[in-house]
């Protein structure tokens, strides 16, 4: 079953501008990972954040992360036409056997130039 | 960073087929491969743990006899989608860890199957 869940966005900004996308899962987690998919290919990782972290950067990418909420948000700030893809966030339960990933459904992003 | 390919990328077959899909990883080894499947706009789902040298561990609902998977070397493992049928048609992703990294997942690109 999947265990991340985004909230159902499809969202559509102006070059420069942020774009925050949402997260949440169900059960007690190891990290949570936000994924990048453009269309018709393969995943590639953004970023990790452990169960013990609360807020993480890389570049133009923030993650937060609330166990007590079971919820993760990934904000990109001063987007590009190239961030256009869609965002997965995976979790690794504490449950699950050999680190398997359970995704989300994913958002949209579609950054117009 | 690690890497793995997939291939072929596209497939386009006629029912009743087998297709096979292959996930390579390139510059390590990889005891254990994921295989995805991911239906337009919808998250990946799990089918099945590519386990090398035995047998694959298959998520609930997933069909063992439909979907075939061999891991037969460290660098290999295979999708066999057998006597398919247009509802077959998907895209499946495979994934491994490369073993200094056991968290971060490397994708292939992606198989796109069209089922005639």
């Known amino acids: 079953s999947q265990q991340g869940e985004e909230d159902p966005q499809a969202l559509s900004i102006q070059e420069g501008e942020n774009a925050t996308m949402n997260c949440s899962y169900k059960t007690s987690i190891n990290n949570l990972q936000w994924y990048r998919q453009n269309s018709g290919r393969g995943l590639v990782h953004l970023i990790l954040?452990?169960?013990?972290?609360r807020e993480k950067h890389s570049g133009r990418l923030r993650v937060t992360l609330d166990t007590s909420k079971k919820s993760s948000s990934l904000l990109i700030t001063a987007s590009r036409a190239a961030d256009t893809a869609s965002y997965f966030c995976?979790?690794?339960?504490?449950?699950?056997?050999?680190?398997?990933?359970?995704f989300g459904k994913g958002n949209q992003v579609v950054v117009i130039p | 960073g690690a890497v793995v390919s997939q291939h072929p990328s596209r497939v386009i077959c006629k029912s009743g087929t087998s297709v096979k899909i292959e996930c390579r990883s390139l510059?390590?080894?990889?005891?254990?491969m994921f295989w995805y499947r991911q239906f337009p706009k919808q998250s990946l789902m799990l089918m099945a743990t590519?386990?090398?040298?035995?047998?694959?561990?298959?998520e609930q609902g997933v069909e063992k006899d439909k979907f075939l998977i061999n891991h037969a070397s460290l660098t290999l493992s295979t999708l066999t989608v057998t006597s398919a049928h247009p509802e077959d048609s998907s895209f499946y992703i495979c994934s491994a860890r490369p073993p200094w990294d056991n968290t971060e997942a490397f994708f292939g690109q992606g198989t796109r199957l069209t089922v005639v």
């Open positions: 995976a979790t690794v339960p504490t449950t699950y056997g050999n680190n398997r990933l359970a």
């Open positions: 590519s386990n090398e040298g035995s047998k694959a561990t298959y």
């Open positions: 510059d390590f080894q990889a005891t254990t």
């Open positions: 954040i452990r169960s013990n972290e």
